[in-house]
């Protein structure tokens, strides 16, 4: 007999649960006040609640079900009509106040015996512990309810207020077979959201801290960007124009489908030019691209496009702006995912680097991060340019560019020239992977229509 899975509504989320929750199970979902439980118990519910098998929801003391309903009404998913038929909502605490918990525990046996539903959530699990005449009685009570539901095959959320360090030692957390658990982390100067799986009985989950965002459609969770790289797959044996012809010479006829190329320079050096030329180049040949920018504004952006001449309304060239202040990293991926999916992008820059780290909460899940989408795109045909702006104006003894060039498959590095009392630019192929290159310094200029590589540069 096939497995049957709870869905949440929301794919992203069923997936890092293996498919979704196993039916009929205990799952307990944890979190602080504020978390999103409530919020994650109510999707659930409209997601499996039907006329004939209702999803039940029960409020205990810890939030008046008023309370509880006012603010679900302001959720999209959140349906008046339904209420009453496929959602049931009902308030435990006379029963708790009158009988304790052997109340409670009648009450809720005898309403799945009358009312078989698709789910059954308590909320909050964790306010009938102060009900309980000592710990003895609590843990009877826990052991006894989910006897009592796995004897009719009951899915139940069990929701509370908890602590990752308080919940090794409740009986709750022993007894449930899936646990869930939503916190708030500290990532710096803001704080982010995370969403983690503690345990999942009899199935495979994704591991890790997923972000999240709680939206007046729900809670919408980001999968933790991991990929191992593993499995074959082929690409084009077509090269992709950089854009600038001379260049594309220095490189061995253009990048790889599907390669990664870093360019290194100071402010200033012509990085976003380049980038902006690649993504430009490649609609000239009806090659779609995505310029995702974290370095300028779309009105900046927008106007230095103008400024080349090339068309800011081109359909094949698409701009993204984003800030790094107030961005998921994983949540950025996935939205950039999707425009590359609807343009049928084969083309993608990342303008910078540095801006797209400061959004990682620290250096290995930044580096883990640029793996996962180098492979990503490698496996698509997807040709990557990143920028990196370094701190050395004139010459370069080291590439402090985060560890990224090893994953690269060609590195340019771009940088200025003492030149009497005029300035001047230099460009160098330092690498690329499977193809000849010219590793030699050449001059270049920024003029209206984009980079123009020069002589070689002479030192001497």
């Known amino acids: 007999m096939p497995e049957r899975r709870l869905v949440s509504g929301q794919p992203r989320l069923d997936a890092i649960l293996g498919g979704g929750l196993i039916d009929p199970s205990v799952t307990l979902i944890a979190g602080l006040p504020g978390s999103g439980k409530t919020v994650l118990a109510q999707q659930y519910a409209f997601a499996n609640g039907t006329d004939q098998r209702p999803a039940i929801y029960l409020s205990t003391v810890a939030e008046p079900l008023s309370k509880i309903l006012y603010f679900g009404e302001a959720l999209s998913f959140f349906d008046p009509g339904r209420v009453g038929r496929s959602v049931l909502f ?59 539901l796995a004897a009719t095959g009951t899915m139940a959320l069990w929701l509370g207020e908890y602590r990752r360090d308080e919940l090794e030692g409740c009986p709750e957390f022993a007894v449930a077979d899936a646990a869930v658990l939503l916190a708030t982390e500290d990532a710096g100067q803001r704080d982010s959201r995370a969403l983690r799986v503690l345990k999942l009985r009899g199935s495979d989950f994704r591991s890790g801290a997923h972000a999240y965002r709680i939206e007046s459609s729900g809670i919408r969770v980001f999968p933790r960007l991991s990929d191992v790289g593993a499995g074959s797959y082929e690409l084009s044996e077509r090269r992709a124009t950089s854009g600038i012809a001379a260049l594309d010479m220095l490189v061995g006829d253009g990048y790889w489908p599907g390669s990664a190329t870093l360019v290194i320079g100071p402010s200033g050096s012509g990085k976003t030019v380049m980038g902006l030329q690649f993504i430009y180049g490649g609609a000239r040949l009806g090659e779609p691209g995505v310029y995702a920018s974290m370095q300028e504004n779309r009105v900046q952006l927008e106007r230095m496009v103008a400024g080349f001449g090339w068309d800011v309304d081109e359909p094949m060239a698409v701009l993204r702006c984003d800030s790094p202040n107030d961005i998921y990293i994983d949540e950025w991926y996935y939205d950039l995912l999707d425009t590359i999916e609807s343009t049928g992008a084969r083309r993608l820059v990342i303008d910078s680097l540095g801006d797209l780290a400061a959004a990682c909460p620290d250096e290995k899940r930044f580096r883990e991060f640029v793996y996962a989408l180098l492979n990503h795109c490698s496996r698509a045909g997807i040709s990557v340019l990143l920028t990196f702006e370094s701190a050395e104006l004139y010459g370069h003894t080291s590439l402090s560019e985060r560890g990224v060039s090893h994953l690269s498959d060609n590195v340019i590095l771009l940088q200025y020239l003492r030149d009497g009392a005029s300035g001047g630019r230099a460009l160098t192929v330092l690498k690329t992977r499977a193809s000849r290159h010219i590793p030699q310094a050449r001059q270049f200029e920024i003029t209206h229509d984009g980079i123009s590589i020069r002589a070689p540069f002479d030192p001497v």
């Open 90 to 148: 009902e308030d435990l605490g006379g029963e708790l106040d009158d009988n304790g918990l052997t109340g409670v525990l009648d009450h809720i046996t005898d309403l799945v015996a009358k009312q078989p539903c698709s789910l059954l959530i308590i909320d909050s699990f964790r306010a009938l512990r102060y009900r309980a005449v000592g710990e003895r009685e609590f843990e009877g009570f826990v052991h006894q309810l989910a006897g009592r």
